[in-house]
C-alpha cells in the first residue's frame, strides 16, 4: 500500500482503507479499534455476539463466518485466542488455546481464498512464550527458535497457521506480544493487591509492552509496507518479577515485600500453568526499533505513572 505525500491524500487513502479485527472486543481489541476509528480507518469485527453495526458474528466450532464482514476489506488483524492464564491447564483447557488460534486461522484463510479477497496483508499476532517458560542470561530474538515446551509449541502451530497466507503471495505479519500493561484489566489488574510481592526467585523476566505502544505498532504495520515478518512486540527495558513488582508498588503506592510467593505454592494453585509466573527471559526489542518505531512509554516507571497517575 502506497501513502503519499499531501495531507489530502493520506486521509483519502485512509478513508479507503478497511480493515477486518478478531479479537476486537478484548483489552487490545478495544483499544486498537478506538484507536483505528479514531485516524479514519474503517473497522470491522468479527464477535460471537455481535452487537454493533460493524460488528459480524463468527463461530468456529461451526466454521462459520458472516460473508458480509469481508466486504471490501484490505487487512486483517488477528488478535483471538482464548486466555493462557485463564484457567488451569486440563488437557482440555490446552487444546481449547491451541484451537483458537489456530482453528481461527485457518477458518479466515480457507474464507479469504474462497472469496477471492484481495487482502494487502495478514497480520496476527503471537506471544513471547513462543521462546517458552525459561529463564536464562540469553536475550531472544526473532532468528530464535521455538522452545519445546507447551507455550512454544501455541505459538509456534499459531505462526505456522499464520504462514499459509504468506504462501499465497499475502504480506504476513507477526508481532510476538508481551504482557500487556493496562490501567483496566490484563496482568495488572490481578496484580493490584494491598500488599505486592514478586514471584518465587524474582529473578525471572517479565517482557512487557505498553497497551498504546503496542497498538502504535499495529498502526505502523498496516502504513508501512515494509513491515512483514516477524517482530517482538516488547518494550527495551528488561525487568525481573522483582524489579517490576517493586517498582509497580512504588507507582500505586502499596507495601512491597521482596520476599516472593513460594514456587510449591503457586503450583499447587495453579498446577502446571504456574509455569508462566514462575519463568521468564529477555526479549529483544532491537528489530522493531529499526524499522523507525518509537516507543511512548520505553521504561517501566514512565509506562506505570502514565496508567495510574
Known amino acids: 500500500m502506497s501513502f503519499y505525500k499531501t495531507g489530502s491524500q493520506i486521509i483519502y487513502l485512509y478513508l479507503m482503507t ?3 479485527i478478531t479479537g476486537g472486543t478484548g483489552l487490545v481489541g ?3 479499534t478506538k484507536r483505528l ?3 479514519d480507518f474503517e473497522v470491522a469485527i468479527l464477535t460471537r455476539n455481535p452487537q454493533k453495526e460493524h460488528e459480524f458474528k463468527w463461530d468456529l466450532s461451526k466454521g462459520y463466518i458472516d460473508e458480509k464482514a469481508f466486504e471490501n476489506i484490505d487487512f486483517i488483524i488477528h488478535l483471538a485466542g482464548a486466555g493462557i492464564a485463564d484457567e488451569r491447564w486440563t488437557e482440555k483447557r490446552k487444546q481449547v488455546i491451541i484451537d483458537s488460534r489456530v482453528m481461527a486461522v485457518n477458518l479466515l484463510f480457507t474464507k479469504v481464498i474462497a472469496l477471492k479477497i484481495p487482502l494487502k496483508k495478514f497480520i496476527s499476532a503471537s506471544a513471547t512464550g513462543f521462546y517458552g517458560a525459561v529463564t536464562s542470561d540469553k536475550i531472544f530474538t526473532e532468528k530464535d527458535v521455538a522452545a519445546k515446551d507447551f507455550l512454544g509449541d501455541v505459538c509456534e502451530l499459531w505462526e505456522t497457521a499464520t504462514s499459509q497466507f504468506e504462501k499465497e503471495n499475502i504480506k504476513t505479519t507477526i508481532l510476538r506480544t508481551g504482557i500487556v500493561l493496562s490501567e483496566k484489566g490484563g496482568a495488572l489488574a490481578k496484580m493490584k493487591t494491598p500488599i505486592i510481592s514478586s514471584i518465587g526467585s ?3 523476566f517479565l517482557p512487557w509492552i505498553h497497551l498504546d505502544d503496542l497498538c502504535g505498532m499495529y498502526v505502523k504495520v498496516l502504513k508501512d509496507e515494509t513491515m512483514v515478518g516477524i517482530f517482538n512486540a516488547v518494550a527495551p527495558e528488561h525487568h525481573t518479577s522483582k524489579s517490576f513488582s517493586k517498582i509497580f508498588a512504588n507507582s500505586i503506592k502499596r507495601i512491597f515485600i521482596p520476599i516472593g510467593v513460594p514456587r510449591f505454592l503457586l503450583k499447587l494453585i495453579f498446577g502446571e500453568m504456574a509455569i508462566i509466573l514462575l519463568e ?5 526489542s532491537v528489530k ?4 523507525g518505531f518509537i516507543f511512548q512509554y520505553p521504561n517501566l516507571k514512565r509506562a506505570l505513572t502514565n496508567l495510574f497517575n
Open 18 to 20: 478497511k480493515i477486518l
Open 30 to 32: 478495544t483499544r486498537l
Open 37 to 39: 476509528m479514531e485516524l
Open 202 to 204: 524474582g529473578n525471572q
Open 280 to 284: 521468564g527471559s529477555r526479549v529483544s
Open 288 to 291: 522493531i526499533e529499526k524499522t
